[in-house]
């Protein structure tokens, strides 16, 4: 078998890069092999599905200003046979408080934010504590908030893409990349556990916390790692004023759900790894106290359910590694390493990739800093808005 664009990986990153190359240059082939098809480990479907202009690179600021639009148009841009998907997209807003120490680099994120044109908000304690009178200011300097972000439903907006890409003619096979072929700066083919041969033109590595196993594949290192990170939903006993997607310097970081609240308390000291097993003492240890001191609603909270999943983290910079040059291979492409905010980003790199499969450059965004070539000349491109 041979196609033009190999996609390893149907997740939100593969299936994005899948709808635009078939969007841009609908007569391309593009075969898309995911070996689950029901994304039982997949991150996409475990994302809190937090939105949000608030980054401090103007990379990440330009793909949230290309991807929220997207996901505001996605029911019609989406619609197959008339289906709308809904992605669930609520508007809510997205804050970041920050405490003394971080004020200075809130500042000059919000002023790059101001200067690339986002509605943000900045934020005194007094103004915050107005804002949410539930909420315990006393330990924060600032804030910035971000009225027109939010949050969507990450299982609809992967179902909404998948069902358009296959509309659009690229095939989805249910399969397994186990080795790589590789002659000269190229990628030929891949083997596949079922036995099949695929002859790639370009192949694109979207497996995103499995990626690096890709790049050993071709006999390459990258420093993207699994790194757990445990969603959980819960409630509070007293009532609290509607609350935007919050983050928080003791890194927690969630969001209203139903008739209580999603999020977690993020963690880099995680054993890189594949485990999915839940330290149910983490929530108590670590989670509730960072709520409890942030709302006193919070204090008598419990935790209804946790749900483990995996970043792909860049251990390098935390920031995503896009486009060819891994080991020199011109046409094998990594679009991986999103360190928490890929499926935000999903449309914009998408979009990237396509661009740089079909026309050979970045049109949309330039996204050359987020190459390879940073991590072969060991300069890190970090990102001040994560958490
Ligand atoms: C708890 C949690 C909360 C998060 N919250 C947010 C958030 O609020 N906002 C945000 O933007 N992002 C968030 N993220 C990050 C986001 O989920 C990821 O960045 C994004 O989903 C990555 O998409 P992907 O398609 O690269 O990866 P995946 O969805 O994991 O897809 C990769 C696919 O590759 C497949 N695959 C792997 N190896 C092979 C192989 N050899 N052959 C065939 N297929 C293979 C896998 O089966 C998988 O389905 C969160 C992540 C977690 C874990």
Redo the contacts with the bound molecule.
């Keep these: 078998m041979r196609t033009d664009v190999l996609v390893?990986?149907?997740?939100?990153?593969?299936?994005a890069v899948a709808y635009f190359v078939r969007l841009l240059e609908p007569g391309t082939e593009v075969t898309v092999?995911?070996?689950?098809p029901s994304?039982e480990?997949?991150?996409?479907?475990?994302?809190?599905?937090?939105?949000r202009r608030l980054f401090s690179l103007p990379e990440n600021i330009e793909l949230s200003t290309f991807s929220i639009p997207f996901f505001d148009a996605f029911a019609d841009t989406m619609a197959v046979d008339g289906v709308r998907p809904d992605i669930g997209l609520k508007k809510q807003g997205y804050l970041f408080i920050v405490p003394p120490s971080g004020r200075d680099t809130l500042q000059r994120s919000f002023e790059t934010q101001q200067r690339m044109g986002c509605n943000v908000v900045w934020l005194e304690p007094d103004e915050l504590k107005h804002r949410y009178p539930s909420m315990n200011v006393d330990d924060l300097a600032a804030a910035v908030f971000s009225p027109d972000d939010g949050?969507l439903d990450?299982h609809g907006l992967?179902a909404g893409f998948r069902n358009k890409v296959k509309s659009l003619g690229a095939e989805f096979l249910a399969?397994?990349?186990?080795g790589l072929e590789r002659r000269g700066n190229a990628v030929t083919a891949a083997e596949?556990a079922s036995g099949l041969r695929i002859k790639a033109g370009y192949v694109v590595n979207?497996?995103?916390?499995?990626?690096k196993?890709?790049c050993t594949m071709v006999g390459e290192r990258v420093p993207i790692e699994p790194l757990?990170?445990?969603?959980h939903y819960f409630e509070s006993q007293d009532p609290i004023e509607p609350l935007p997607?919050l983050k928080d310097p003791e890194r927690l970081?969630f969001r209203p759900e139903g008739r209580g609240y999603s999020g977690?308390v993020?963690t880099l000291d995680q054993p890189r790894g594949y485990a999915l097993d839940v330290d149910q003492a983490y929530f108590e240890n670590v989670v509730w106290p960072a709520l409890a001191h942030r709302f006193p609603q919070f204090d008598r909270t419990i935790c209804l359910s946790t749900?483990?999943?995996?970043?792909?983290q860049n251990d390098f910079d935390g920031t995503p590694i896009i486009g060819p040059g891994v080991g020199g291979l011109a046409n094998f492409h990594l679009?991986?390493g999103?360190?928490?905010?890929?499926?935000?980003?999903?449309p914009g790199c998408g979009r990237a990739i396509a661009e740089l499969i079909l026309h050979g450059r970045f049109e949309t965004i330039d996204l050359a800093r987020f190459g390879w070539q940073r991590v072969v000349d060991g300069a890190p491109l970090p990102e001040a808005g994560i958490i």
């Design positions: 390893i990986g149907g997740g939100a990153i593969g299936a092999v995911e070996r689950d994304y480990l997949a991150s996409t479907p475990r994302a809190s599905g937090g939105v949050w990450p992967l399969d397994e990349v186990v596949l979207a497996a995103g916390a499995w990626a196993d890709i757990k990170r445990y969603e997607y970081a977690g993020p749900l483990p999943g995996l970043y792909d679009v991986a999103f360190s928490g905010h890929g499926l935000m980003h999903a």
